[in-house]
T-cell receptor, first 109, second 116 residues
Framework: SQQGEEDPQALSIQEGENATMNCSYK?????LQWYRQNSGRGLVHLIL?????REKHSGRLRVTLDTSKKSSSLLITASRAADTASYFC?????????FGTGTRLQVFP | NAGVTQTPKFQVLKTGQSMTLQCAQD?????MYWYRQDPGMGLRLIYY???????DKGEVPNGYNVSRLNKREFSLRLESAAPSQTSVYFC???????????????FGEGSRLTVL
């Protein structure tokens, strides 16, 4: 399969805690992206990290990329109940954007 | 500013029936995609259109056909629906600045299809 693999598949934390999810892929990439999906909705783009970047921040999001290990991680700091959603990594294989299997995050108030 | 619009939002079909899922975007994007999402399997690419006038198979194209009607519209057709095609279908689009795609995708809200 061309899909990326994400772990954990599911994650439950309390509000205020940090959430970390990981993505591994098999091909060479130009960039890696992270998306969020609220239950029953379409995906929304969160952040993009280029292959020549090692770390990128956007608000409470921190993304790292290790191209030598073909892996990326998404850290959400000081989580909120509203962060409850599924999170997907994605990367291009030629013109095709391939998604990981996703991490379901539940944040309890 | 509607973004990506999919119709219908919900549909129930009987095995063997045909139907077309419609997708339109108003962002002047040149690339459009159809994905299906099944529990525990993430999103899998069915077909994509890198630019107007071209279409290519993705990971799971069997049982589907597509038409890139114009720059705005990209439809997905099930000629003879099967229960295995019960899924949530998402259309997405992006601007393709050069030879290859590198940008973020904008998604519709999904079409939930049940085949009995």
């Amino acid at each position: 399969s061309q899909q990326g693999e994400e772990d954990p598949q599911a994650l439950s934390i309390q509000e205020g805690e940090n959430a970390t999810m990981n993505c591994s892929y098999k091909t060479s990439i130009n960039n890696l992206q992270w998306y969020r999906q609220n239950s029953g909705r379409g995906l929304v783009h969160l952040i993009l990290i280029r292959s020549n970047e090692r770390e990128k921040h956007s608000g409470r999001l921190r993304v790292t990329l290790d191209t030598s290990k073909k892996s990326s991680s998404l850290l959400i700091t000081a989580s909120r109940a509203a962060d409850t959603a599924s999170y997907f990594c994605a990367f291009y294989n030629t013109d095709k954007l391939i998604f990981g299997t996703g991490t379901r995050l539940q944040v309890f108030p | 500013n509607a973004g990506v619009t999919q119709t219908p939002k919900f549909q129930v079909l009987k095995t063997g029936q045909s139907m077309t899922l419609q997708c339109a975007q108003d962002m002047n994007h040149n690339s459009m995609y159809w994905y299906r999402q099944d529990p525990g399997m993430g999103l899998r690419l069915i077909y994509y259109s890198a630019s107007e006038g071209t279409t290519d198979k993705g990971e799971v194209p069997n049982g589907y056909n597509v038409s890139r009607l114009n720059k705005r519209e990209f439809s997905l057709r099930l000629e003879s629906a099967a229960p295995s095609q019960t899924s949530v279908y998402f259309c997405a689009s992006t601007h393709r600045p050069g030879r290859l795609n590198t940008g973020e995708l904008f998604f519709g809200e999904g079409s939930r299809l049940t085949v009995l």
